[in-house]
């Protein structure tokens, strides 16, 4: 029972364009939401968080918007860029669970030039 | 500037051989975790530390076991191995498991250990 979702395994993007990763939930319990990205041989870095209490957080080039009502939230990266070429994780926590992160299964993002 | 540090990098174990995952953080964070990663599926906590001399377990646990006896060190011991762990496992550590927005509070990954069971 996946608790967050990322339904789309890949993501083909033309440099300079948007890219959209999307990620949902179904605990409602989860009050904040972090978004990792992973490149091969490496471990995930921490890349954007958002809080419950907030619909929209900014960081650069990165957007991460959150619809509490959909369960839902998604990364925006705008201008794209070949070196954003990774796998994106997006995880979920609640105080209540001890602020323990749950991860999605990722979405690979591939940035063609 | 090592940050959190774990070997092996590769390993391939026979079914009911033993080993220990070694990782250690120099960021001095209170809080230590293991993940697996298995293909197509999110990272998931086997087991965690709050401090020195504290462990608790994750999502899944059965087959492993932890110690911490600094607050650098964290090993994972997989006893009798089984082709079910084959998988990639990240340590991490963190400062608290507070919600600072900022990355000041972020979990920080190891580069991972690729665990081949046959």
């Known amino acids: 029972d996946q608790q967050v979702k990322q339904n789309s395994p890949s993501l083909s993007v033309q440099e300079g364009r948007i890219s959209i990763l999307n990620c949902d939930y179904t605990?409602?319990?989860?009050?904040?939401f972090l978004w990792y990205k992973k490149y091969p041989a490496e471990g995930p870095t921490f890349l954007i968080s958002?809080?419950?209490?907030?619909d929209k957080n900014e960081d650069g080039r990165f957007t991460v918007f959150l619809n509490k009502s959909a369960k839902h939230l998604s990364l925006h990266i705008v201008p794209s860029q070949p070196g954003d070429s990774a796998v994106y994780f997006c995880?979920?926590?609640?105080?209540?669970?001890?602020?323990?992160?749950?991860f999605g299964a990722g979405t690979i993002l591939r940035v063609k030039s | 500037n090592a940050g959190v540090t774990q070997t092996p990098k590769f390993r391939i174990l026979k079914i009911g051989q033993s080993m220990t995952l070694q990782c250690t953080q120099d960021m001095n964070h209170n809080y230590m975790y293991w993940y697996r990663q298995d293909p197509g599926m999110g990272l998931k906590l086997i087991y965690y530390s709050v401090g020195a001399g504290i462990t608790d377990k994750g999502e899944v646990p059965n087959g492993y076991n932890v110690s911490r006896s600094t607050t650098e060190d964290f090993p994972l011991r997989l006893e009798l191995a089984a082709p079910s762990q084959t998988s990639v496992y990240f340590c991490a550590s963190s400062y608290s498991q507070g919600r600072l927005s900022s990355s000041g509070n972020t979990i920080y990954f190891g580069e991972g250990s690729w665990l081949t069971v046959v």
């Open positions: 958002i809080s419950s209490i907030k």
């Open positions: 995880a979920a926590s609640a105080m209540e669970y001890g602020n323990k992160l749950v």
């Open positions: 605990n409602s319990m989860f009050d904040y």
